[in-house]
């Protein structure tokens, strides 16, 4: 049976595909088919027309719900004959049917489609294109939107071979668009990154050990393009051997871990020298197992940074006059010793290395030549140890060494080859220089067991040598430990002393040999401690001038001596002259009393003070000592130099300081009735002082034939316990009565 399909609309579209009416056609018009069959047929017919109307359904679900965008435009004026939902979307209206393209959407006029589909209408040949760029209007009024398509226009043709219409299919892509312009700017804002810190990429695939090298990467080490094979060894065997394993060990971990890879290490140029890198990289892809298939990352020379770390290192850790290690690195060598002499049972030594009288180097030579000992002898004492040991300077002449693997005579050589080398001339530019060195020796395990505390027992096993007459070792002994705390403690008794009026001012009368009066005094200190009763200044001035007390206590010593000068001279209606002691340490800052303003603040003749010195003072003769000397001379205090005759008595400082008066050192006086040699040692000391026009005081006179002795040797002044010792003021005060009674 033949079935007519008639559209109820003259417009054929796919959703009138169900307005369709399927009508038997008339008997009268044969199909030519021949007979039927009883039924007729019709139950066969209807099935058929059931199943066709079925796949109709199916196809116009199919073409309306396709997910690209399908029209068709019909004849030369490209009119649309059908579009399914998708086209609907996408030109965002639904006047399309019937109506030419160019009508429908006049927005497409001048880009350039319009023609595009003439041509393929006249030509018959398709187009296609992707990522096309399409504005649209798809609200009436509303802006234009840009979107872009993949499309392709096929024309259709009829039996004569003309073209009827086109068959527009295409798929919105804006957004893989975008995806891919997004990729495209973030690639590029990598390279520029890339660019910028000059990095070289590489990628590796592990399956056949290939890696692409970027050209930078090779430009980085110093080759051209075509030079490095695309190999994995190539890398490799470029590593320098002690960064190799470590690299090789990082890589392994970043396959295994899956953490990001992140090494320095150095890289061997096409010159051969080494360069330092940083190679950054992760796993880009894996097998189908999970195991790491290509890694990618990149590669940024980082030689500069390098040195500067590196500078950075050795002036963290090491002295820039000498190049030894410096304080910080000797103190992780220390510790680092520690744990391993800990771990294998071995004994340690540190030695403690102070220079004697080195500021006297720097005083008379300048601060130059100073530096010019010091690297000399930061050279002989490296020349002194094994490769195992370390020299190092922890500041100022102060030097140790940590001397491994030992046993004990063999620390007692090497402390006596230290001293010795020490001793020996050193030739610098500027002539010879004579030094010599005190040395401490602590051991481990057997004196402390940690840093601190070996540093500490070194120290005061080189106090003990310097305060046993220097340019000799010591080793530290448990005593030294407690002598240390002991002058600790007396250094914090002392400051209580102080203020709490502990510290008492004592006069020793000075006599006129030739009168026999007491012509003037001598200040001296005086401390009875609480506990341990009178300490000798011997003994507690060294502590106060360690300590920085000395100038406090020389400020109250100066004040007292003063206030009672002003009350005596007040009394003998006469100017009371008072000697005080200053120590050097006193003049190497300038916080203490201005003496000479102090003197006129409270109206007294500066010819009431004497300073009494010693010969160090002159000796170590900074600007600011002779400044001092010279102001004190102007402004007439008078200086005493004190212990004439033990010291270098040099007669150049008597003239350039002007001297006033020399006191011949007591252990003269004590054997001068017994010994020729000290006696002609007085006589001469007086009879060149009265040729200079100095006055001479003889100190510690305690016998009457001492006396007698200085008498007939023209001595000027006296002192001892032959006339008093030195008492309170108020006894000194009764002394002076008694003379004046
Ligand atoms: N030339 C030079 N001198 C320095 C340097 N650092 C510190 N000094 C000086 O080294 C001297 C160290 O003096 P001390 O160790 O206190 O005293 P000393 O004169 O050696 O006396 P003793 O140690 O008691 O024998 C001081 O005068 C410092 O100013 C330096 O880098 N170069």
Redesign the pocket.
């Known amino acids: 049976m033949a079935v007519a399909v008639k559209p109820t609309v003259t417009d054929w579209q796919p959703e009138t595909f169900l307005k369709y009416t399927v009508t038997p056609m008339d008997y009268a018009e044969d199909d030519g088919n021949g007979p039927r069959n009883e039924t007729g047929g019709r139950e066969e017919t209807a099935n058929l027309i059931k199943a066709l109307m079925a796949e109709v359904q199916q196809l116009h679900r199919m073409f309306a719900q396709a997910p690209g965008f399908i029209a068709v435009l019909r004849g030369p004026s490209l009119v649309y004959e059908v579009v399914n939902e998708a086209y609907y979307q996408l030109v965002g209206h639904r006047e399309l049917i019937g109506r030419p393209i160019q009508e429908a959407l006049p927005e497409l006029g001048g880009q350039g489609y319009l023609e595009i589909l003439k041509n393929v209408f006249c030509t018959g040949r398709p187009f296609s294109g992707a990522l096309l760029p399409v504005t649209l209007q798809r609200t009436f009024d509303g802006p234009t939107t840009t979107i872009y398509v993949d499309l392709l226009f096929q024309p259709l043709i009829d039996d004569e071979g003309n073209t009827t219409r086109i068959f527009i299919q295409g798929h919105d892509v804006t957004k893989q668009r975008d995806a891919i312009e997004a990729l495209n700017e973030s690639n590029q804002r990598l390279n520029f990154a890339l660019e910028g810190a000059r990095a070289g990429i590489w990628d590796w695939t592990f399956h056949d050990n290939e890696v692409v090298y970027s050209k930078r990467w090779k430009e980085i080490l110093g080759y051209g393009e075509g030079d490095i094979p695309n190999r994995y060894q190539e890398w490799v065997r470029r590593i320098h051997p002690d960064d190799r394993q470590a690299a090789l060990e990082d890589i392994q971990a970043t396959m295994k871990e899956q953490a990001p890879l992140n090494i320095e290490y150095r890289l061997q140029c096409k010159d051969g020298t080494y360069k330092w890198v940083i190679s950054r990289g992760v796993v880009v892809a894996r097998d189908e197992r999970g195991r790491p298939a290509r890694m990618s990352g990149t590669m940024t020379d980082i030689s500069d940074k390098k040195k500067s770390e590196e500078m950075i290192w050795q002036h963290a850790n090491f002295d820039i006059?000498t190049g030894l290690p410096n304080r910080r690195l000797f103190r992780d060598r220390l510790e680092q010793e520690i744990r391993k002499a800990h771990r294998t049972g071995d004994e340690i030594a540190l030695l403690f290395i102070?220079?004697?009288?080195?500021?006297?180097?720097?005083?008379l030579h300048?601060?130059?030549?100073?530096?010019q000992?010091?690297n000399h002898v930061a050279s002989r004492l490296s020349s002194c140890i094994r490769e195992s040991d370390t020299v190092a300077r922890l500041?100022?002449?102060?030097f140790t060494i940590i001397l491994t693997e030992l046993h004990e005579p063999h620390i007692e050589l090497m402390a006596q080859k230290i001293t010795q080398k020490l001793a020996m001339p050193f030739v610098l530019n500027e002539g010879i220089a004579h030094i010599s060195a005190?040395v401490g020796i602590t051991l481990y395990p057997a004196d402390a067991d940690n840093t601190a505390d070996l540093i500490r027992n070194a120290d005061q096993a080189m106090y003990a040598a310097?305060a046993g007459g220097?340019n000799h070792f010591r080793f530290f002994t448990k005593s030294m430990h407690s002598e240390a705390q002991n002058r600790v403690r007396l250094a914090q008794d002392l400051r209580s002393a102080l203020t709490s009026k502990r510290l008492k001012v004592y006069f020793q009368p000075i006599v006129d040999l030739s009168s026999g009066e007491i012509s003037k005094a001598e200040a001296l200190l005086r401390w009875n401690h609480d506990a341990l009763g009178d300490i000798s200044p011997a003994r507690f001035i060294p502590i106060a001038e360690e300590s920085g007390l000395i100038h406090e206590i020389g400020d109250f010593v100066f004040s007292e001596a003063v206030s009672w000068a002003m009350q005596w001279s007040a009394k003998s209606k006469n100017t009371f002259e008072i000697s005080i002691n200053k120590s050097p340490i006193q003049f190497t800052r300038g916080a203490s009393i201005d003496w000479p303003a102090y003197l006129a603040e409270r109206g007294l003749p500066a010819g009431c003070v004497t300073v009494e010195i010693t010969e160090g003072v002159l000796l170590?003769a900074s600007t600011q000592v002779a400044t001092t000397l010279d102001k004190y001379k102007d402004t007439g205090i008078r200086v005493a130099l004190d212990d004439f005759g033990t010291g270098y008595s040099s007669l150049a400082y008597l003239k350039r300081f002007h001297i006033d008066c020399l006191k011949i050192d007591q252990s003269f006086i004590r054997d001068i009735s017994v010994n020729e040699s000290s006696r002609a040692i007085a006589e001469s000391i007086i009879a060149m002082a009265h040729r200079l026009g100095i006055r001479v005081i003889a100190e510690g006179i305690e016998e009457q034939n001492q006396l007698d002795i200085l008498r007939l040797a023209g001595c000027d002044y006296g002192q001892g316990f032959i006339f008093s010792k030195a008492v309170p003021p108020i006894e000194f005060e009764a002394l002076l009565e008694n003379r004046m009674s």
């Open positions: 006059l102070d220079l004697d009288h080195f500021k006297e180097v720097n005083d300048g601060h130059d030549v100073g530096d000992l010091l500041g100022g002449d102060e005190s310097k220097r170590n």
